[in-house]
């Protein structure tokens, strides 16, 4: 398996322009997961789908951030308009839920993430 | 609400010192607790997990962790560091017996190892 595919890898955008972050999730994984890491912040949860459907957006910081999952192997984040403070590498992650019990499939697979700078 | 403390944001050993890492949690249920560890430019890859069961768990490279619960810890272990061992190591924790599936991350420690 090629594990959970992020793209871009990098990007750099100017203040006030749309960016779309995607993610393929690991196939069979029911759960995916949208990190923001930054150096003051660390790793905050930004919002997770369960089937598709989002459970917690809780961690979305603002209406400039949305976050789409179509299918079983598609997510995007989308953020727009893009402000400068929203620089930080962006990660997805995915996990597949326990059929009987949820502590055996705990693990979630992290994509190498999108590092994303906005100027 | 649960929550994650790593004490020490950076931590240097020589290599073949021990690798001690600290990492308190908080929360009201009992927890799932993970060490994920991070390299230059990549994702988070597990480390170990407790979830039920043997409260000394092994993982990956030659790390343990021992969950205490009086203590409220899962320390991070391994008894000769190794210059590969160098990168962010993360705690993490989700609770059981709860409708939440995602992980709450501490906020790492970085690991040098001197040759």
């Known amino acids: 398996d090629a594990g959970v595919i992020q793209s871009p890898r990098h990007e750099v955008t100017e203040m006030g322009q749309e960016v779309t972050l995607r993610c393929k999730p690991i196939?069979?994984?029911?759960?995916l997961f949208w990190y923001r890491q930054t150096m003051m912040r660390g790793l905050e949860l930004l919002i997770y789908?369960?089937?598709?459907?989002?459970?917690?957006d809780s961690g979305m910081p603002e209406d400039r951030f949305s976050a789409k999952m179509p299918n079983a192997s598609f997510s995007t984040l989308k953020i727009q308009p893009s402000e400068p403070r929203d620089s930080a590498v962006y990660f997805c992650?995915?996990?597949?839920?326990?059929?009987?019990?949820?502590?055996?499939?705990?693990?979630?697979?992290f994509g190498q993430g999108t590092r994303l700078t906005v100027v | 609400a649960q929550s994650v403390t790593q004490l020490g944001s950076h931590v240097s050993v020589s290599e073949g010192a021990l690798v001690l890492l600290r990492c308190n949690y908080s929360?009201?249920?009992?927890?799932?607790l993970f060490w994920y560890v991070q390299y230059p430019n990549q994702g988070l890859q597990l480390l170990l997990k407790?979830?039920?069961?043997?409260?000394l768990v092994k993982g990956i490279n030659g790390f343990e962790a021992e969950f205490k619960k009086s203590e409220t810890s899962f320390h991070l272990t391994k008894p000769s560091a190794h210059m590969s061992d160098a990168a962010e190591y993360f705690c993490?924790?989700?609770?059981?017996?709860?409708?939440?599936?995602?992980?709450?991350f501490g906020s790492g420690t970085r690991l040098q190892v001197q040759p």
């Open positions: 929360s009201s249920v009992p927890p799932y």
């Open positions: 993490a924790v989700t609770l059981m017996d709860t409708g939440r599936r995602a992980l709450t």
């Open positions: 196939s069979g994984h029911d759960y």
């Open positions: 789908f369960n089937n598709n459907v989002p459970i917690d």
């Open positions: 992650a995915s996990r597949k839920s326990g059929v009987s019990n949820w502590a055996l499939n705990t693990e979630a697979f």
């Open positions: 407790y979830t039920t069961g043997a409260t």
